[in-house]
């Protein structure tokens, strides 16, 4: 699991491992490509594309490396379907990125701000993090005041 560290010194971003050893380039598509799927039954290019904001020769680029390394099975004209690694890996994006935005999103923070550092902090968090995350969204979730005292904190703080 830990066999190789994240090196994140003067390295392409899209190029850095994440914390689950595959780059963040191919866990972004992974990810874009489970959501389409599950929410429409069916992931096109031009779909993955407008939600990466790419051009749609970067993401047909990409589509076929990312079958060559068996994540996906593309057939050009029948589309694209999840290979059992790529669904694994996609889902385990998708839970990083459901799980910190529930958690960013208890201290009214701005939308685009969440959705932003969410995207950078999926790539990094370790399972055992996770779990730490979990349950203080539960806790949050279930003692407003501790909400309450956290919020007048984080208030104080912004004064200083
Ligand atoms: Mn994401």
Redesign the pocket.
Known sequence: MAASKPTTTGKNPSRVKSARGETRAVE?YL?QIYNLIEQKGYARVVDIAENLGLAQASVTNMIQRLDGEGYIIYEKYRGLTLTESGRKVGEA??R??QLLTRLLRHFSLNEDTIYED??GM?HHISRPTLEVISALCEELDASPDLLKRLKKRIKEHSKG
């Open positions: 972004d990810e994006i998708t990083r990125h969410v995207e999926e």
